[in-house]
């Protein structure tokens, strides 16, 4: 199923029950394969000894988290790369997001960017594209099929003229997880508005229990709930293009509401203390060992809940209309972060033969690991014989209901003014500030960095 919304195209994962034959079940598919040699080298024994060169491939990743079904499934794919190609050793470096976009950003500015490194979508991707870091990887994805297993159209966030350059782990929705044990103990419902909800995190703060866990110190997670409110009170998707095509401004009412809304939370102790000094793995871990009620994230946060001490007793809502405006069936929308390959690699065949080989076999080992919610590629199998939660299917049946939305603020504007808006959601965890100033902080930063 295709989503178009003004100009902004998803392929949902509703559409799941595809093959995954198709997506490279078999352990030996790849590029890396016995059939990637012969195509590369042939019967040449100079270039046979060539291959069996001791190489190193670094990979960059952000999956530090072992309790993260694709911290593993990551393990799991080296380990089997490896012991098939006893010459390649894939070296793993992995960080949270935010330290690995600062990493990355200082390898670019040396142009010593790894083997293979993540990459955010759109607006994210393309100075690194222009600056001619990453190779194409259009010859890579026709081989093997492994463009096919791909869900419609999710390739084209990461695609520049024609080119492709780097491949998504993820295709998701942002959701409200809720425990339904502290909800019970709170006496409280799912709330149906913002307003409601504002009431639901008053009456868990009255109980002790930390309304809504989050890991601020990573600034894009403050950011995503931020910009799901302002989906909301702009009534609908489309408020930072109309920005970009000069049609609004940060100035408008739809925005200075959102802020305000925003600040109604925090006021009202929505997050625990010291939200700021938390990590996206430490904040999640809150919600994780039930530390608090309600966690906003994307959908791919479903397998690691479900590999958790809550599992069994967490719930999803869909994000509430604010001030009465918006539409729960729209929703933040977030194509995953990308798998990009440096242009200046010294083994970029054999850096491509892995990937290639990585992702035809992702699919399959994150659907065994319970981590198939959310990923960019085509599933096949019973979710519910293999033992994914009630949890689990409650998001499949949401994505069924996606009716359009809205990329990330970082994934949308230049990355002068969404430095400015990270750092201004930030803020705002430490003390309440005029929501027309914020604006107008908004429209000085976007202007003087068109």
């Given at each position: 199923m295709?989503?178009?919304?003004?100009?902004?195209?998803l392929?949902?994962v509703g559409?799941?029950?595809?093959?995954?034959?198709?997506?490279?079940?078999?352990?030996?598919?790849?590029?890396?394969?016995?059939?990637?040699?012969?195509?590369?080298?042939g019967?040449?024994?100079k270039?046979?000894?060539q291959?069996q060169?001791?190489?190193t491939?670094?990979?960059?990743?952000?999956y530090?988290?072992?309790?993260?079904?694709?911290?593993?499934?990551v393990?799991?794919?080296?380990?089997?790369?490896?012991?098939?190609?006893?010459?390649?050793?894939?070296?793993?470096?992995?960080?949270?997001t935010?330290?690995?976009?600062?990493?990355?950003?200082?390898?670019?500015?040396?142009?010593?960017?790894p083997?293979i490194?993540?990459?955010?979508?759109?607006?994210?991707?393309?100075?690194?594209?222009?600056?001619?870091l990453f190779a194409?990887?259009?010859?890579?994805?026709?081989?093997?099929g492994l463009?096919?297993?791909?869900?419609?159209?999710?390739l084209d966030?990461?695609s520049?003229?024609?080119?492709?350059?780097?491949?998504?782990?993820g295709?998701?929705?942002?959701?409200?997880?809720?425990?339904?044990?502290?909800?019970?103990?709170?006496?409280?419902?799912?709330?149906?508005?913002?307003?409601?909800?504002?009431?639901?995190v008053?009456?868990?703060?009255?109980?002790?229990?930390?309304?809504i866990?989050?890991?601020?110190k990573?600034?894009?997670?403050?950011?995503?709930?931020?910009?799901?409110?302002?989906?909301?009170?702009?009534?609908?998707?489309?408020?930072?293009q109309?920005?970009?095509?000069g049609?609004?401004?940060?100035e408008?009412?739809?925005?200075?509401?959102?802020?305000d809304?925003?600040?109604?939370?925090v006021?009202?102790?929505?997050f625990?203390?010291?939200?700021?000094?938390?990590?996206?793995?430490a904040?999640?871990?809150?919600?994780?060992?039930?530390?608090?009620?309600?966690?906003?994230?994307?959908?791919?946060?479903?397998?690691?809940?479900?590999?958790s001490?809550?599992n069994?007793?967490?719930?999803v809502?869909?994000?509430?209309?604010?001030?009465?405006?918006?539409?729960?069936n729209?929703?933040?929308?977030a194509?995953?972060s990308?798998?990009?390959?440096?242009?200046?690699?010294?083994?970029?065949?054999?850096?491509?033969d892995?990937?290639?080989y990585?992702?035809?076999?992702?699919?399959?080992?994150?659907?065994?690991?319970?981590?198939?919610?959310?990923?960019?590629?085509?599933?096949?199998?019973?979710?519910?014989?293999?033992?994914?939660?009630?949890?689990?299917?409650e998001?499949?049946?949401l994505?069924?209901e996606?009716?359009?939305?809205?990329?990330?603020?970082?994934?949308?504007?230049?990355?002068?003014?969404?430095?400015?808006?990270?750092t201004?959601?930030?803020?705002?965890?430490?003390q309440k500030r005029?929501?027309?100033e914020?604006?107008?902080d908004?429209?000085?930063v976007?202007?003087?960095?068109?």
């Amino acid at each position: 199923m295709t989503i178009m919304f003004k100009g902004l195209k998803l392929a949902m994962v509703g559409a799941l029950a595809i093959s995954l034959a198709a997506c490279g079940a078999n352990n030996n598919s790849g590029t890396g394969g016995d059939n990637g040699k012969a195509a590369n080298g042939g019967s040449n024994g100079k270039k046979q000894e060539q291959e069996q060169e001791n190489i190193t491939i670094t990979f960059q990743n952000i999956y530090p988290d072992p309790t993260d079904p694709k911290h593993g499934a990551v393990k799991k794919i080296v380990e089997q790369y490896q012991a098939e190609h006893k010459h390649i050793t894939i070296e793993l470096d992995s960080l949270n997001t935010d330290q690995q976009k600062l990493k990355l950003k200082t390898q670019a500015a040396s142009k010593e960017v790894p083997d293979i490194t993540v990459v955010n979508p759109s607006a994210q991707m393309k100075p690194f594209v222009e600056a001619g870091l990453f190779a194409p990887l259009n010859d890579m994805v026709e081989q093997n099929g492994l463009k096919d297993t791909f869900q419609e159209g999710i390739l084209d966030w990461y695609s520049f003229d024609n080119n492709l350059y780097a491949l998504p782990d993820g295709n998701n929705i942002g959701v409200v997880y809720y425990n339904k044990e502290l909800f019970e103990q709170a006496g409280v419902k799912v709330p149906a508005t913002f307003e409601e909800m504002i009431e639901v995190v008053k009456a868990l703060k009255s109980k002790g229990i930390t309304p809504i866990a989050i890991g601020e110190k990573d600034t894009w997670t403050g950011s995503f709930l931020f910009m799901n409110v302002l989906l909301r009170t702009n009534g609908g998707p489309g408020f930072l293009q109309d920005v970009q095509d000069g049609k609004k401004t940060f100035e408008d009412q739809a925005f200075v509401d959102a802020v305000d809304s925003f600040q109604d939370l925090v006021q009202a102790g929505a997050f625990q203390d010291g939200a700021t000094s938390f990590d996206y793995n430490a904040g999640e871990n809150l919600f994780k060992t039930g530390k608090s009620a309600m966690y906003y994230m994307g959908s791919w946060a479903t397998g690691g809940i479900e590999t958790s001490s809550v599992n069994g007793k967490v719930g999803v809502f869909k994000f509430p209309t604010v001030k009465g405006k918006g539409n729960p069936n729209e929703f933040m929308l977030a194509p995953g972060s990308g798998f990009a390959i440096s242009a200046n690699s010294k083994h970029l065949q054999e850096t491509k033969d892995f990937l290639n080989y990585f992702m035809l076999n992702f699919p399959k080992v994150m659907f065994e690991a319970k981590g198939a919610i959310g990923i960019a590629q085509k599933v096949d199998g019973d979710f519910k014989a293999q033992g994914y939660s009630d949890m689990a299917m409650e998001i499949l049946g949401l994505f069924k209901e996606v009716q359009g939305g809205d990329l990330s603020f970082d994934n949308t504007m230049n990355p002068a003014t969404s430095q400015g808006h990270l750092t201004s959601i930030q803020d705002l965890f430490g003390q309440k500030r005029d929501s027309k100033e914020i604006a107008k902080d908004h429209q000085t930063v976007y202007s003087s960095n068109k």
